[in-house]
Nanobody
Framework: QVQLVESGGGSVQPGGSLRLSCAAS????????MSWYRQAPGKERQLVAR????????NYADSVKGRSTISRDNAKATVYLQMNSLKPEDSAVYYC???????????WGQGTQVTVSS
């Protein structure tokens, strides 16, 4: 079965950095685009960044563009989100996501909490 396990969240001060990781299993990682989403309390889940299966194409939400980098290691079946210059408004639960064509379904990890506060 598909499993997505996020790690790397935590509490940081404004201006700090975090690197989130998502270890994937249960599907052919190298043939699927991967995404990071986030959800703050009382808000809808929103796309943060997406990376193509090969890693050659990425896109970002305007709110994180220039401060975040999504990357992947297909040999390790892991996708990363490097976040720099963090702001309080970046505080949210961050989720790893894959859409699997085989069963036309979105899969989500359990989420990792990011808190940016002084």
């Amino acid at each position: 079965q598909v499993q997505l396990v996020e790690s790397g969240g935590g509490s940081v001060q404004p201006g700090g950095s975090l690197r989130l990781s998502c270890a994937a299993s249960g599907f052919t990682f190298s043939t699927h685009a991967m995404s990071w989403y986030r959800q703050a309390p009382g808000k809808e889940r929103q796309l943060v960044a997406r990376i193509s299966s090969s890693g050659s194409m990425t896109n970002y939400a305007d709110s994180v563009k220039g401060r975040s980098t999504i990357s992947r290691d297909n040999a390790k079946a892991t996708v990363y989100l490097q976040m720099n210059s963090l702001k309080p408004e970046d505080s949210a639960v961050y989720y790893c996501n894959v859409y699997r064509r085989f069963d036309d379904r979105n899969y989500w990890g359990q989420g990792t909490q990011v808190t940016v506060s002084s």
